[in-house]
């Protein structure tokens, strides 16, 4: 086994995790060399453990190339195949928050998703970055554009396009995966004017919300934030809406950190006004909330706009729970139809707040709420390139199986992309004649059980 502390006696830790911040300001953070030697003793030690096999594609590729090497050790698996251990993470955080017992402060001291994330790093300023990934990722720039012509954007990538063929052979964008509505009036468009907070709401008066539409919110689901808007409302929150800018969550899994770092200080910078006024910020999306409370601080340790910031961030099911238990719900619930099955995905699990969703969604009367925690396998751009999708498959299969054996009319997830992935996967699964879950956001949900959706 590669070199570790001598002080590294114990097995395990009882610690609370803690991250280290992120330095890609220091040159030393992109030494490819480094990174390689870095990886062989993290990799050494996820050897000797294998805690993480069942989590996504990354560790049953590392332990096989192990296996099938020459000595059976990690000395017999060339340096060149760590790409493909790279290339199969989606930085969801699971194994550093569920599964590791050597994150810090265990003198072990890992961190596997930021370990790939440095690597990544690394090999995109020594080798440039990979262009389709990149333009897919441009979420704001694509949102702009399809804008005026959504009908025409949606015909041309829906599934069974005759463009689709054509941009898997020049994109590598694969032709079965389902990918993103857009729509001719944003979530800004819709919410332009606002909505009035309700007099009679438990909150009136009290509480004050800037909510961040996210790039999804903005362009691929505007009904998100129209049903987070008339639901807060309800409450008697004076809530508006915020979109500066996409979060960097897809320029983070490629690894152009410098760019995400630029974004987190515009947005923070964006959104003190609304703090200054005593305004709570709610993200829509769980990936958008994660780098915000977490993600960015290590980023920017020094920036007080950014550490402000993401002390005031809740997630929209989280901060609907802290509503219910400060100043109790409007009235006016009512039951949905049929059963309820929420995926809780990764990243609103790597928030480490509980299942807020499904605590939410348990407060409709009546509701029946079956929750599965397993990896939807989508990872942003993952489970849409042609090189990646296989595994995305093949990791959300077991969770598509889980959400087919629960039986539910609604399938919801925290994370609208890995809805729209596990639905794909669960039509397949499903037994001839069976009806598809329809899917929606935990929002979505609650706001139809008011009658606001």
Not at 368 to 387: A, I, P, Y
Request: charged letters at 25%.
């Amino acid at each position: 086994m590669a070199d570790t502390p001598k002080e590294a006696a114990r097995e395990g830790s009882l610690d609370a995790p803690l991250r280290h911040p992120i330095a890609w300001r220091d040159e030393a953070y992109y030494d490819l060399a480094a990174v390689e030697k870095e990886m062989e003793r993290v990799f050494d030690i996820c050897h000797g453990c294998r805690r993480c096999f069942n989590l996504c594609d990354s560790f049953p590729k590392l332990f096989d190339m192990i296996d099938e090497s020459p000595t059976g050790e990690l000395d017999g698996v060339d340096k060149a195949r760590y790409a493909e251990v790279a290339e199969s993470c989606t930085l969801c955080d699971m194994c550093f928050l569920t599964k590791c017992p050597y994150v810090p402060p265990h003198a072990f001291d890992l961190d596997f998703p930021h370990l790939i994330l440095r690597y990544r790093a690394a090999v995109r300023k020594a080798e440039g970055g990979e262009f389709v990934r990149e333009q897919l990722g441009e979420t704001d720039r694509n949102g702009k554009l399809a804008k005026p012509v959504a009908g025409l954007a949606n015909w041309a990538t829906k599934q069974g396009s005759p463009l689709r063929g054509f941009m898997e052979a020049i994109a590598g964008i694969d032709a079965e995966a389902k990918l993103p509505v857009f729509h001719s009036r944003t979530a800004t468009d819709r919410l332009r004017r606002g909505v009035t907070a309700d007099a009679a709401g438990p909150a009136f008066g009290q509480r004050k919300a800037a909510v961040y539409a996210t790039c999804f919110s903005e362009y691929n689901a505007p009904s998100v934030a129209e049903a987070a808007m008339a639901v807060l409302a309800r409450q008697g929150v004076a809530a508006h809406l915020v979109y500066p800018e996409c979060c960097g969550m897809p320029q983070m899994e490629a690894g152009d950190l410098k760019d995400v770092a630029g974004r987190a200080a515009r947005v923070a910078k964006a959104f003190q006004p609304a703090l200054d006024d005593g305004c709570d910020v709610v993200a829509l999306t769980a990936s958008c909330a994660l780098m915000l409370k977490f993600e960015w601080p290590l980023l920017l340790p020094e920036n007080a706009d950014v550490q402000r910031l993401a002390k005031a961030v809740r997630d929209v099911s989280e901060y609907v729970v802290e509503l219910s238990k400060a100043h109790g719900l409007a009235e006016g619930l009512g039951p949905v139809d049929g059963s309820i099955t929420l995926h809780h995905a990764c990243h609103e699990r790597a928030q480490n707040m509980g299942a807020k969703s499904a605590e939410m969604l348990r407060m409709i009367p009546g509701a029946k709420v079956d929750l599965v925690e397993r990896c939807s396998g989508h990872g942003g751009t993952f489970g849409v390139m042609k090189k990646t999708r296989a595994s995305a498959v093949k990791t959300g299969k077991p969770t598509a199986r889980q959400i087919v054996q629960k039986g539910g009319e609604t399938l919801c997830s925290d994370c609208p992309l890995a809805c729209q992935h596990l639905g794909e996967l669960v039509q397949a699964e499903l037994p001839a004649g069976s009806v598809q879950p329809a899917q929606a956001h935990p929002i979505e949900v609650f706001a139809r059980a008011y009658g606001l959706a």
